[in-house]
């Protein structure tokens, strides 16, 4: 029964009269109107499922909220248990930064605008046999639709009256090419839905003509309506690359964390007995070196700077980690239909006058010219050019118009879209007749249109008879399948002459036109007759004994630039994928010409992918006659077999389950339906599918940055946190003589250069390295280089404190002076040296911090190499500002902690001793310990053609 929404849909084995009784019987039982109207919110289908309400918990990640816990705990700790002066430095630096990090993330989603809802149409209907007009949501199983051309259809529905009906169904099935449709049954089980011919479904558009629908199915129970319960029924969004690497950082940095906060506090309680409240202070300050407060504030800036960016090419980006996403892409699943071709039927070929000619442009805009010989050609002057562009412009139902689509790109806010009114297929006649210097209006104006005989699914032809002007005869102008026309025609027109066509000519013909088809073309037969009296003629009459002109080979064409983008992609490792619904031989050509079918690729069907289990995906570049459902399984394949990041990109509700399923989605914002635009992570607002090529080059980029990054804090992380941990248990000597010194460290030395990183120049190579997959931000290889260069810079470091400490490096004069350096005139030798041994650990780590970022930014090249060929200023403004505010404080050390702390009585003290040159020059040399080291290494993996 119909009230039963868990019963297969199976109306298009049923007769007309039978479904009816079907009905009528649901009603006799007791379903009345109302509780069919009931029905639609029954099944819970009022509108799209929000997809968006979920993004939050990618961005507000749990490393967001660990990191954050950990730091506003350490803040409050400070607080409560420090000094005034340290509480209000110490929360503010853990306050800004941990807050910020929420304010940009919530921003930044905030700011993404809400997509369109599926629109609230109204539609006719018949009900208790008056006919209504109602809201399309008030349509329920048993209403019967009234469809006429260029209507949305509201429901799915099986048709009971049919009158050359046509349907779009290309944001269901795929299919570039209007679907004809009948009310006869199928007797087939398992019917897929592009063969449905006696159904239409909700989504779809009328092409041509009209019909009546009964509805059998709203809401959830339409095919729409199961793929948005398919999306409901995924959940929420799934965790990305880049989020689950920076999880899993985070949750290994917050243990180590918590790990050495508790060793530090029971040793400075236990064994040193300190009072509680200083051990807390002290240890939450040493813990907080190995946390990157920083971390997911610069990874956001990094990801927006990556949406601005794209959003100048016109690309609204819905999910930030999803640029990240793209640039690690390996496989592109990308639909065909209005997305790597224009969905605008195209001739491409003319057989006329036993010659065939190519015709250049594509789509339904009229610039091109037609070839012959690779040479343009007129048809000037010749009569049977002039009786087929008569015949293509008045046995012709479709129209062009502008109309104005909203874009995004740069200034620009809309742009004028050609659209075809009717049949894609008799558009690209006009725009044919219009390539070839011919105005429609016009010659429409030279005839008086006397009858149409509608094309037939079963005749496969249409004919429009009229009367010309100026002459006293009729003219009956057909087209149709050239088989049938080839077959109604007994003459042939070449050159202005008419001859008999006999059966060779006809099999000759004939070939043409299959070898045409092969190569994935429609072709189109266009015929005329004269007839001197039109009384009492039947249709069969008219259209016999025709004289037969040419044929026209149609297909969608591919975008502009679109071959380019996937050259691109393949040069850099990305195995591009084309999916369609269409015939196989069609997907093959347009995948020839945009070079994605290569030798010895093969073209695999919906079929073979529900049923075979033993496919190679590698050798696969072309899926044809998919159905929605094929996607998922195509994406998922590659997904789990291939272990590869896979971006889809699609404009048609039969796209949605897949867009959302992988890595990436990304929607068309022109021809994408509203299904889609919510399943997908971004969309491209102009349907320019060379932005993908961009967006991945972005992505790429924006890895590099955020490896750098987070390179830049660990390495520094674990270099500072196992010296200052070391030094907490070597009772003789403080590594800082107050909690000033470590803050110095961490609010300047640590922000600064970082955030340098996030305005780098992407690197120039970026898109001739391989995809990166599902691989660690940091590779094995990666990790490796990190050690060596924290223990390197460690070294150098550890040398400086002990030569100091020991006397190896002397006390001079200049720092003993004291109107140059802040101490105490009654210290005693250790803690002079101790002062100094400090004073020269910070300037080496000032030294070594702002210089080793020149070192890993390139990995694979040569620091003199990577600073000649992609120099970066941001970088080297922000590390010499750096330097030079460091400098400024160790040269203006007295005056600075005297009128601060002792004049102003602040407690500010970082108690720098003045150094001299000989000083600055061996905290140069110490500093460079873990940058030439770490040189020679990159040196050492080249040579072994080791990359990072």
Request: charged fraction near 20%.
């Amino acid at each position: 029964m119909i009230s039963n929404k868990n019963q297969k849909s199976s109306y298009y084995h049923q007769n007309i009269d039978d479904l009816l009784d079907l009905f009528k019987t649901d009603k006799e039982n007791g379903l009345s109107e109302t509780q069919y109207r009931k029905n639609l919110r029954e099944y819970g289908y009022n509108e799209l499922p929000d997809i968006k309400k979920n993004l939050w918990k990618i961005y507000l990640s749990p490393i967001f909220n660990f990191l954050i816990l950990i730091l506003l705990i350490a803040g409050i700790a400070v607080a409560i248990l420090g000094s005034p002066s340290e509480t209000i430095i110490t929360f503010t630096v853990v306050f800004i930064n941990s807050i910020t990090a929420i304010i940009q993330q919530f921003r930044a989603q905030k700011a993404l605008d809400s997509l369109k809802r599926i629109s609230a149409l109204k539609s006719t209907v018949i009900r208790n046999d008056q006919q209504l007009e109602i809201a399309s949501r008030e349509i329920t199983p048993g209403d019967i639709v009234i469809l006429s051309q260029g209507s949305k259809i509201p429901t799915d529905g099986r048709l009971i009256d049919n009158i050359d009906l046509s349907i779009d169904e290309a944001p269901l099935t795929g299919e570039s090419e209007p679907v004809e449709k009948s009310v006869e049954p199928i007797k087939k089980d398992h019917v897929p839905l592009q063969k449905q011919k006696n159904m239409a479904f909700m989504g779809t558009y009328v092409k041509t003509g009209r019909a009546k629908l009964l509805v059998t199915a709203t809401g959830i129970a339409t095919e729409i309506g199961k793929i948005s319960e398919s999306l409901n029924e995924m959940g929420s969004i799934e965790e990305i690359p880049l989020t689950k690497k920076l999880n899993r950082l985070g949750y290994i940095l917050g243990i180590i964390v918590l790990i050495n906060l508790i060793v530090l506090v029971v040793y400075k309680i236990a064994i040193i007995n300190q009072p509680i409240n200083t051990a807390l202070t002290d240890s939450i300050l040493r813990a907080m070196n190995i946390m990157p407060i920083n971390l997911p504030l610069l990874v956001t800036l990094v990801l927006i700077t990556g949406v601005l960016n794209m959003a100048k090419s016109g690309v609204i980006i819905k999910n930030l980690s999803s640029i990240e996403a793209l640039g690690r892409v390996s496989v592109i699943c990308s639909d065909k239909t209005g997305t790597m071709t224009k969905n605008e039927m195209t001739v491409e070929k003319l057989w006329i006058n036993n010659e065939e000619y190519s015709i250049t442009g594509s789509g339904f805009e009229a610039e091109g010219d037609i070839l012959y010989n690779e040479q343009i050609f007129s048809f000037d002057s010749n009569p049977t050019f002039t009786k087929l562009i008569d015949s293509i412009i008045l046995n012709n139902n479709a129209k062009l118009a502008y109309k104005d689509v909203k874009v995004k790109v740069g200034h620009i806010n809309a742009k004028a879209v050609r659209k075809a009114l009717g049949s894609s297929t008799e558009a690209a006649l006009l725009v044919l007749s219009e390539k070839a210097g011919y105005i429609p209006f016009d010659i429409k104006q030279k005839y008086e249109v006397m009858k149409e005989y509608t094309f037939d699914s079963s005749l496969k032809r249409m004919t429009t008879l009229c009367k010309s002007h100026d002459q006293d005869n009729f003219i009956a102008f057909t087209k149709g399948a050239p088989e049938i026309v080839v077959g109604l025609s007994s003459m042939l027109e070449v050159e202005g002459k008419i001859s008999d066509l006999d059966q060779k000519t006809k099999n000759e013909i004939l070939n043409q036109v299959e070898k045409r088809a092969k190569e994935g073309y429609r072709t189109l037969a266009i015929a005329y007759k004269s007839i001197s009296n039109i009384d009492s003629m039947l249709r069969d009459e008219i259209e016999n004994e025709l004289v037969f002109l040419g044929f026209v080979s149609i297909i969608d064409p591919p975008r502009t630039g679109v071959k380019e983008s996937v050259r691109i992609s393949q040069s850099a490792g990305i195995k591009v994928i084309m999916i369609t619904g269409d015939h196989p031989s069609t997907a093959k050509t347009i995948a020839k010409q945009l070079n994605i079918f290569k030798e010895g690729d093969l073209v695999l069907q919906g079929k073979e992918i529900q049923n075979g289990s033993n496919i190679d995906l590698d050798k696969v570049s072309v899926f044809a006659r998919v159905e929605p459902s094929d996607k998922e399984i195509i994406v998922k394949k590659f997904q789990e077999e291939k272990k590869k990041v896979v971006a889809m990109t699609g404009d048609g509700v039969n796209d949605s389950l897949a867009l959302k399923l992988a890595n990436c989605g990304i929607s068309m914002g022109i021809t994408g339906t509203d299904v889609a635009k919510e399943a997908s992570d971004m969309i491209i607002s102009d349907d320019n599918f060379t932005s993908i090529e961009k967006g991945i080059r972005i992505g790429r980029s924006l890895f590099a940055n955020i490896r750098t990054i987070i390179y830049f804090f660990i390495c520094l992380n674990i270099m500072e946190g196992i010296i200052f941990f070391a030094y907490e248990f070597i009772p003789f000597f403080e590594l800082f003589s107050s909690n000033w010194q470590h803050l110095y460290i961490f609010g300047i030395v640590h922000s600064l250069p970082s955030l340098a990183l996030v305005l780098d120049v992407p690197p120039k190579d970026i898109m001739n390295e391989p995809p990166r997959n599902d691989e660690e931000i940091l590779n094995k290889n990666m990790w490796l280089m990190l050690l060596i260069q924290a223990l390197l810079i460690g070294l150098g470091l550890v040398l400086v404190i002990q030569f100091s400490l020991g006397g190896i490096i002397p006390l001079n004069e200049w720092n003993l002076n004291p109107s140059l350096s802040y101490f105490d005139p009654f210290s005693t030798l250790e803690e002079l040296r101790a002062q100094k041994a400090r004073t020269m650990f910070i300037t080496t780590l000032y030294i070594a911090e702002t210089s080793f970022i020149w070192t890993f930014r390139r990995p694979n090249k040569s620091l003199i190499k990577s600073i000649k060929n992609e120099f970066s200023f941001v970088i080297f403004l922000f590390t010499t500002l750096t330097l030079i505010l460091h400098i400024l404080v160790i040269i203006f050390s007295y005056p600075v902690n005297f009128v601060i702390n002792d004049y102003l009585g602040f407690g500010f003290q970082l108690n720098f001793m003045f150094l001299s040159l000989s000083d600055w020059l061996l905290c140069i040399l110490f500093a460079l310990i873990g940058i030439m080291g770490i040189e020679i290494f990159k040196v050492y993996m080249r040579n072994k053609n080791i990359f990072f």
